[in-house]
């Protein structure tokens, strides 16, 4: 019998995540902090005694929660956390829809939600991005779905979707709303609808500590929305997710170092608004980021990003999107390294 055989038929035709492999010297593929990682995060991670590793965590991190719920203003049973905002997506699908139900997501955006939607006997339908890259909330709300999926800052464009379409896609839908927000620490200009979740109750707001807290390696997400949704999250996702060590550094990390989040968000943001000038120059036409990356219409990005591989400098390729076309994906880092990242552009297009 062949491993295909083994595996429940729906899943034979979903792609396994996969991102290529790189021995690149800079490696600006994932979008993560290339700016530092929390201090105090990195302290609790050190500071580890032998009952952190032999002891079970709390079955649902609520050290996390509570510190979470105390920033926000909103109850802890409005927060679940997981490992990575990846579980929370998951679980949350899992959570409210019935196998066969409908989850509407842009196109393009995060490739793991349609694969989270199969995964879970759900039908994804991809709705196009509107041309200045939002949520077409006409055509989301059209669908009927049981799940929209919105994402603002949007990967892998940058582009965002103002609060009030989704706060609009709420109001006007029976659909759970899930907005990822995993982008959102570099977008501090964009109406932050965490506290005001729990009062729309279809409304999930998911999070992530991978992106601006530098924290990628430990897996720490959450989602706030209302209790019974959240709750419903949390029966899905099952126990133990948020293990010890990563609570407790995401912990550290919310109470000592927003300040230090915040100055790392804005050098990357710096960077990326430097970096978009730099490339207009070039005759390219970034689209208006938001998050800690720039994402580059060329016309064949699979060859400009080999080109760049063969100078040492690797990111993300994305091929015939809808509305865009082929972009390229930039994640961020300090200057000097976007500065050879931008040199190298121009001399692939001279
Ligand atoms: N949402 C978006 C939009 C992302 O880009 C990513 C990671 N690339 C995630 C969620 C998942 O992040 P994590 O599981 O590390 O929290």
Same mark, same amino acid.
């Given at each position: ?22 021995? +690149? ?245 710096? +960077? ?22 720039? +994402? ?55």
């Amino acid at each position: 019998m062949t491993s295909l055989e083994i595996g429940r038929a729906s899943l034979r035709d979903v792609p396994t995540y996969s991102p290529d492999v790189t021995s +690149c010297a800079v490696d600006l593929r994932d979008n993560i902090n290339l700016f530092g990682t929390s201090p105090s995060a990195l302290a609790a991670v050190r500071a580890v005694d032998a009952t952190a590793l032999s002891e079970y965590p709390d079955v649902a991190g609520r050290t996390l929660v509570d510190a979470l719920a105390t920033q926000l203003g909103v109850s802890p049973d409005e927060i679940v956390t997981g490992c990575g905002s990846d579980d929370v997506l998951d679980a949350a699908i899992r959570a409210v829809a019935e196998p066969g139900a409908v989850l509407a997501h842009p196109s393009p955006s995060f490739s793991m939600v349609p694969i989270f939607a199969r995964l879970n006997g759900l039908v994804p339908v991809a709705v196009p991005l509107t041309a200045d890259g939002s949520a077409d909330a006409d055509a989301m709300l059209a669908t009927g779905a049981r799940i929209i999926y919105l994402c603002s800052p949007n990967n892998p464009t940058g582009t965002i979707t103002d609060a009030n379409i989704v706060r609009r896609i709420v109001r006007e839908s029976s659909a759970i709303v899930i907005l990822d927000g995993a982008y959102a620490e570099f977008a501090p200009e964009l109406e932050d609808l965490r506290s005001d979740a729990p009062a729309l109750e279809r409304l999930l707001v998911v999070r992530t500590f991978s992106k601006a807290w530098g924290l990628a390696g430990l897996r720490v997400g959450y989602g706030v929305g209302g209790r019974a949704l959240a709750q419903a999250v949390q029966k899905s996702r099952g126990p133990y997710k948020l293990n010890t060590v990563a609570e407790r550094a995401a912990v550290a990390a919310l109470t000592h170092d927003d300040a230090w989040m915040r100055a790392q968000a804005s050098a990357a943001v710096e +960077c990326r608004d430097r970096a978009v000038r730099e490339l207009r120059t070039l005759g390219l036409s970034p689209l208006d980021s938001r998050g800690n990356f720039v +994402c580059v219409p060329v016309t064949n990005a699979r060859t400009m990003a080999d080109a760049l591989a063969t100078r040492g400098i690797a990111v993300r390729a994305f091929t015939g999107l809808p509305v865009f076309g082929d972009v390229l994906r930039i994640g961020m880092a300090p200057w000097p390294v976007i500065a050879r990242v931008v040199r190298a552009i121009g001399e692939i297009l001279a």
